[in-house]
Structure formats: C-alpha cells, structure tokens
C-alpha cells in the first residue's frame, strides 16, 4: 500500500509563470483534499474532492488557482500568473471517505523567484 | 480568526520525560480532533485522533485528553525519545456535515534531549 504522491517535490519559477502540481492519493480514496503549509505554520485547507467532484473551495483560493480530479484518480493544482505570497508547501491528503483519518503526502514545495 | 490555538510553540524535554501539548478550540461543531507529527522535508502524519465522546484516548507512548466543556485537548507522550524530536499539529474537523476540512494549529516544535 503506497502512500499519497506529489509531484514535483520542489517547484522553482520565476513571478508570472503558471505551473501545476500532481497528487496521487491512496488507491481506493474517495476524498481527497490539498492544503498549503506556510513556514512556521500549520497547514490551511484550500479545496477538497469526492471522487471527481470538487465539492468545496477555500476563500484562500482566488481565481489563479484551480483544481481537477478527473476519473477520480490523481488530482492536480494549477496556479497561474504565480505571485511572490504563493511560495509555500502544498500538500494533499486523501482519505477512504469522509469519515476516515486523512493521509498527507510529502508535498510539493514551491519558490517564486 | 484562528480557530485552534496551541501552546507552547517549542518545548524541550529530556529523554524519559513526558511531553505535553494543549490545544483550545472555538467552534463548538467540531467533532473529530487529530495530532499530526511533521520531520523536516515530510507531510503530516497521523499519530492519534480522538472524537468528543469519549474523554480520554491512548495508544502506546501517545494519549489525548479531551475536555469537552473546556473546549481544549492535549497530547501527552509518555517516556519522550529522542526519535520524537518533530513538530507537532493539532487539529479540529466537522465531520458530520462539514467535510472534515482539517483546521490546524501553529505547531509545536519538539526537542526531546539525552
């Protein structure tokens, strides 16, 4: 039983490129969530799915970020025209459903140049 | 409006001693409440979670304490080791209706010493 996937593990860009993140989460997972984890602080939730429906967004989402889990497998997380505020962790975490403990992957850590 | 709050944001202990974190909560629909242990470079993982039912839960060296009224919890590791030095999360959910969007704290930062 692999764990939750990310990829890249470290995104560096330059400000104003787009650039999109991979999650993978534990075979048979219905939820899935991403959070964003900030230096010196806990993670914050941002959005989450059950099984390809994207069923709640954060006010920390603005309209540059957006978020698919088509076929509800891997989900991916796209930010556009990147800004210096995005650079941070961003984890995602899956679950067997909504009552189950939620499992982190190791995050992809993005820098913005 | 931070939701959990948690204290203290570092702690150092000696190897055999017992480590303490307390977590305070505001919502009062929350009702599943993990800890997360976080290494440098790595995700959060599961150490134990407890539901507002029952007061008191334990599983090895870890156990939280749960004081609904309160509206705080803490985690307790027995027996501290020095493979426990790590940040640790508290965090609060509604499930039931809430789609237990995980709320978490600051972190603690642990250093458990020879």
């Known amino acids: 039983d692999t764990g939750v996937s990310q990829d890249p593990r470290h995104k560096i860009t330059k400000r104003g490129q787009n650039v999109t993140f991979r999650c993978d989460p534990i075979?048979?997972?219905?939820?899935l969530y991403w959070y964003r984890q900030t230096l010196g602080q806990g993670p914050e939730f941002l959005t989450y799915f059950q099984n390809e429906a994207q069923l709640e967004k954060s006010r920390l989402l603005s309209d540059r970020f957006s978020a698919e889990r088509p076929k509800g497998s891997f989900s991916t997380l796209e930010i556009q025209r990147t800004e210096q505020g995005d650079s941070a962790m961003y984890l995602c975490?899956?679950?067997?459903?909504?009552?189950?403990?939620?499992?982190f992957g190791d995050g992809t850590r993005l820098s913005i140049l | 409006q931070q939701q959990v709050k948690q204290s203290p944001q570092s702690l150092i202990v000696q190897k055999g001693g017992i480590s303490i974190i307390n977590c305070a909560y505001e919502n009062t629909a929350f009702d599943y409440f993990p800890w997360y242990q976080q290494f440098p470079g790595k995700g959060p993982a599961l150490l134990i979670a407890i539901r507002p039912d029952v007061s008191e839960k334990k599983e090895g060296r870890f156990t939280i304490s749960f004081n609904k009224s309160a509206k705080q919890f803490s985690l307790h590791i027995m027996d501290s080791q020095p493979g426990d030095s790590a940040t640790y999360f508290c965090?609060?959910?509604?499930?039931?209706?809430?789609?237990?969007?995980?709320?978490f704290g600051t972190g603690t930062q642990l250093k458990v010493e020879l």
């Open positions: 975490a899956s679950s067997l459903d909504a009552n189950q403990p939620q499992h």
């Open positions: 965090a609060a959910s509604r499930i039931t209706g809430g789609g237990n969007k995980l709320t």
């Open positions: 075979s048979e997972h219905n939820r």
